[in-house]
C-alpha cells in the first residue's frame, strides 16, 4: 500500500476570543481540541493609548516610535497584521503590515505559505477562499495560489459572505484534489466589533462557524480518496476583542490567540501546546507537506510538534 498523501486545511476565525469559545460551547472546535492538540499565547505587538478599532476594516494607524536598539514590533492587534502574520510566518516588523492599511506591505520578500508551498512543489493544488476581500486585493494570499474565491463581507454582510465562502470551500473539497486550503470567515469579528463578544449574536455567530467547519470535515471525510490521505487541519484566529467590543491595544483579552490542530483519523488526546504563535501556522503547513523552512527567508515561525 502505498503512503498516505499530506494534505491540509486551515481555517481561520476572525476575532475569535478562545476564552468564549470554551464558555459558550461550540461542538466540532470542541472535538476538534479534545481529539487533538491546542494552546494559546499572547501576540507580541499592540498599541497603547490609541484609539480601538471599531470595525473590521477600519484604520487607525499606529502612532508611538520604536525605541532605539532591540527588537520592539510596533504594530496595532488588527486583523491586518493578524492574519499576514499567520500568511507570512513573520512578524508586522518583518512583513510590513501595521494595521488595516495594508501600507507597505512586504509580501514579495514574505509570501504567504500557500505560495511557497506551491513554489517548492508545483504539483501541489492550493486554494483559499475569503470574506474579508482585503487579503486578496493587498496580496496577504498571493496570486500564485491555483484557486482563490473572494466576497466582500462589507458589500454583501459578514454573515451572507461566510455562508457563501464555506459553500464555495465545501465544493471545492468535494470536487477537486486540494493538497493546501485556506478558508476566512469574518463575522465573529463583525458581530464583536458592534455588540461585543459577550452578547448572543456573538455566540449565534461562533456556532454558525462552527457548523460550517464541521460540513467542510464531513466533506474531507467522505472524500472517495480520503483512506489513502492524512489530513491535518489547523484552525486559528488574528486577534481577540475587549469585552465592549473592538482592538488594537494591548490588553490580554486583545492579544490572546489561539492554534487548534488535528490529524482526522488519529487521536492526539487533547495535547496542550505550550504558546503556539500565529508565525507558526504557516511553518507547520509547509513541514506537513514535506516543504523546509529555509533559514535565509528569515521567518519568525517554527512548525509546531503535533
Not at 471525510?221 to 480520503?226: D, E, G, L, Q
Amino acid at each position: 500500500m502505498s503512503p498516505s498523501k499530506n494534505k491540509v486545511l486551515v481555517v481561520g476565525m476572525d476575532g475569535l476570543r478562545f476564552d468564549r469559545l470554551q464558555a459558550v460551547g461550540a461542538p466540532v472546535l470542541a472535538e476538534l481540541m479534545a481529539s487533538g492538540a491546542y494552546g494559546t499565547s499572547m501576540l507580541p505587538y499592540g498599541e497603547a493609548g490609541t484609539p480601538r478599532t471599531e470595525s473590521p476594516g477600519e484604520v487607525v494607524r499606529k502612532t508611538s516610535e520604536p525605541p532605539a536598539g532591540g527588537r520592539v514590533i510596533r504594530s496595532r492587534t488588527d486583523s491586518g497584521p493578524g492574519w499576514s502574520s499567520i500568511a507570512t510566518g513573520a512578524w508586522p516588523d518583518r512583513h510590513g503590515v501595521v494595521d488595516n492599511g495594508f501600507t507597505a506591505p512586504q509580501f514579495q520578500k514574505f509570501p504567504d505559505f500557500l505560495t511557497r508551498a506551491k513554489k517548492a512543489r508545483p504539483e501541489l493544488n492550493t486554494a483559499a477562499f475569503f470574506s474579508w476581500a482585503a487579503l486578496a486585493e493587498h496580496g496577504a494570499f498571493g496570486p500564485a495560489v491555483d484557486h482563490r474565491f473572494v466576497l466582500d463581507g462589507y458589500a454583501i454582510g459578514w454573515a451572507e459572505a461566510d455562508k457563501q465562502v464555506a459553500a464555495a470551500a465545501e465544493r471545492h473539497l468535494a470536487e477537486t484534489d486540494p493538497d493546501a486550503v485556506f478558508v476566512y470567515l469574518g463575522d465573529t469579528d463583525e458581530v464583536a466589533h458592534d455588540l461585543g463578544p459577550h452578547c448572543p449574536e456573538y455566540t449565534a455567530a461562533l456556532q454558525t462557524q462552527d457548523a460550517y467547519l464541521g460540513r467542510l470535515l464531513d466533506t474531507v471525510r467522505a472524500r472517495p480518496s480520503y483512506a489513502r490521505e492524512c489530513w491535518t487541519v489547523l484552525v486559528t484566529t488574528d486577534h481577540g476583542h475587549v469585552d465592549e467590543g473592538g482592538h488594537g491595544g494591548v490588553a490580554e483579552e486583545e492579544r490572546t490567540v489561539f492554534v487548534i490542530a488535528n490529524r482526522l483519523g488519529e487521536h492526539l488526546g487533547g495535547r496542550f501546546l505550550a504558546g503556539p504563535r500565529l508565525v507558526d501556522v504557516g511553518p507547520t503547513v509547509l513541514a506537513i507537506l514535506g516543504v523546509a523552512v529555509d533559514p535565509a527567508w528569515d521567518l519568525d515561525g517554527a512548525p509546531l510538534e503535533l
